[in-house]
């Protein structure tokens, strides 16, 4: 089975931009994680889809964003870029059921913001 | 809230050593514990995890048992091998209901060296 992929693996952004990650779940996963991972904060929790709903959002503001499609592929959205939002991207999948299943996850997007 | 706590590194060991790396929980209920790994330039990988008390998870010679009485889950290797030297996360996935948010301690660089 393909793994988790995620594109672009990186990205250069100036400050107020907006970009779009991209995230493709293993086949078969229905839930998709988003995590962001810098030096200072280390991993955080940012949002999980399942079936096109998001179902757990962390404590980001409002400029990051992310939605679902029905074959399950994920995108995440920040909106009005700041310096603090270079970072390690990383989506996860799995099959949705929740409580302790394996997620999986992908090489990351990095983006720099300047 | 819920949290992980592992211990700082980095961790220096020499080839054929034996690891530990500490990790304790806060968390209500009985929630899954995991152990990701992740290489330089990669995204997380799952080494082991344990869904219940005193449940053993172990993978290419790491073991971690889940200690619900000192809510501890601390990783260990008898012998590490030069291709070891990663960054070590523990994760917690909370107790009951559907979601796959994941809790992450800090991360432990572990080098190995010949």
């Known amino acids: 089975k393909a793994g988790v992929t995620q594109t672009p693996r990186y990205l250069i952004k100036t400050r107020g931009q907006q970009v779009t990650l991209s995230c493709s779940p293993i086949?078969?996963?229905?839930?998709v994680s988003w995590y962001q991972q810098t030096p200072g904060q280390g991993l955080q929790f940012l949002f999980e889809?399942?079936?096109?709903?998001?179902?757990n959002k962390g404590n980001f503001p409002g400029r990051f964003s992310g939605r679902q499609f029905s074959n399950s592929r994920s995108e995440m959205n920040v909106s009005t870029l700041e310096l603090g939002d270079s970072a390690l991207y990383l989506c996860?999948?799995?099959?949705?059921?929740?409580?302790?299943?394996?997620?999986?996850f992908g090489p990351g997007t990095r983006l720099l913001v300047l | 809230g819920d949290s992980v706590t592992q211990m700082e590194g980095p961790v220096t060991l020499s080839e054929e050593a034996f690891l530990t790396i500490n990790c304790t929980y806060t968390?209500?209920?009985?929630?899954?514990l995991f152990w990701y790994v992740q290489y330089p330039g990669e995204g997380l990988q799952l080494l082991l995890k344990?869904?219940?008390?005193?449940d053993k998870g172990s993978n290419k010679g790491f073991e971690a048992t889940y200690r619900k009485e000192t809510t501890s889950f601390h990783l260990e290797k008898g012998s590490v091998q030069v291709s070891d030297s990663a960054v070590y996360f523990c994760?917690?996935?909370?107790?009951?209901?559907?979601?796959?948010?994941?809790?992450f301690g800090t991360g432990t660089l572990l080098a190995v060296q010949p």
């Open positions: 086949s078969g996963h229905r839930s």
């Open positions: 994760a917690l996935s909370a107790f009951g209901g559907a979601t796959n948010k994941l809790i």
């Open positions: 996860a999948s799995s099959s949705g059921t929740g409580g302790g299943e394996t997620q999986y």
């Open positions: 968390a209500t209920g009985y929630p899954s």
């Open positions: 344990a869904t219940k008390a005193d």
């Open positions: 889809y399942f079936s096109e709903t998001q179902r």
